[in-house]
């Protein structure tokens, strides 16, 4: 890909190129005021961005692809709820999503199910550093000691996690992919829960997308608000003032655009 550039890429490098620069000299911060060894719960953040990267496949460039970004840090327990608080954190990264994504809720699971996993990992390593872990039932006694949160800002895959039952999904494939991210949520030691107990085990949590640290992880912006977490140590979950005004303009597009498709629709085969 780097040998074989092109002008879409050296765009988008002087885009982020004053961001870089900008923060060259940011550090990670880890602050005395930050979680606990006892109280500490694991948070991954993720983000995806639906169809925006290219892979080279052989010798040809082949668009249509997905990108996913991922922050994975300990943070106060106060995360679970509350608007802001001090996090550690441990690695993050933006690689590409190796499925082909047929649609955002697609590219936003396959991008939550390579955190959860990770995360889990995370988990399980600092339960056992407490001996608490029980090796031959790992996951069950990490997510027994210690909250794993997953921070998505996609309101609809973070639906179809909480929803006491199961939403249909047309895909058979993403619906499994579904299915086994809500068995995380909804199933303990083989028992369905009544509730989602964000106290233990695994909890998702939405956030509104002008608070999302990851999102810099997917595409060609600046990273203030990442940059700012990093170097603070406290991550902030208040949305801006600009975003209620922003999502109202993106919904009124879609909607224009749904009413354009109605007026002068595609071809569209029939069976005969």
Wanted: overall charge neutral; glycine content about 6%; some cysteine.
């Amino acid at each position: 890909m780097i040998g074989r550039g092109t002008v879409k890429d050296l765009r988008e490098c002087n885009r982020v190129l004053p961001c870089a620069k900008k923060h060259s000299d940011t550090g990670t911060f880890f602050s005395s005021e930050g979680p606990t060894w006892t109280d500490a719960v694991v948070v991954e953040i993720y983000d995806a961005n639906f169809c925006n990267e290219m892979q080279e496949i052989g010798m040809e460039l082949v668009g249509g692809r997905s990108q996913q970004g991922h922050v994975a840090c300990l943070a106060k327990p106060e995360l679970l709820n509350g608007n802001s608080a001090m996090i550690h954190p441990i690695v993050w990264s933006s690689t590409l999503i190796k499925r082909v994504c047929r649609s955002t809720l697609m590219a936003e699971t396959f991008a939550m199910q390579k955190g959860t996993g990770q995360g889990a990992r995370i988990r399980a390593a600092f339960v056992d550093a407490r001996s608490l872990l029980d090796i031959q039932r790992w996951q069950e006694t990490s997510s027994d000691n210690m909250s794993h949160v997953w921070v998505a800002d996609y309101e609809s895959l973070y639906e179809h996690l909480v929803s006491p039952k199961m939403n249909s999904v047309v895909n058979m494939r993403l619906a499994i992919d579904l299915s086994a991210l809500r068995q995380l949520v909804w199933e303990r030691d083989g028992e369905r829960t009544q509730i989602v107990d964000s106290r233990r085990a695994d909890c998702p949590r939405w956030i509104d997308t002008s608070t999302m640290i990851a999102e810099p992880l997917t595409k060609a912006m600046a990273g203030d608000r990442m940059m700012v977490a990093l170097d603070t140590g406290v991550l902030d979950l208040q949305r801006t003032p600009e975003s209620p005004a922003i999502k109202a303009r993106s919904r009124e597009a879609r909607q224009n655009a749904k009413k354009a498709e109605q007026r002068f629709p595609l071809f569209r085969f029939t069976d005969s």
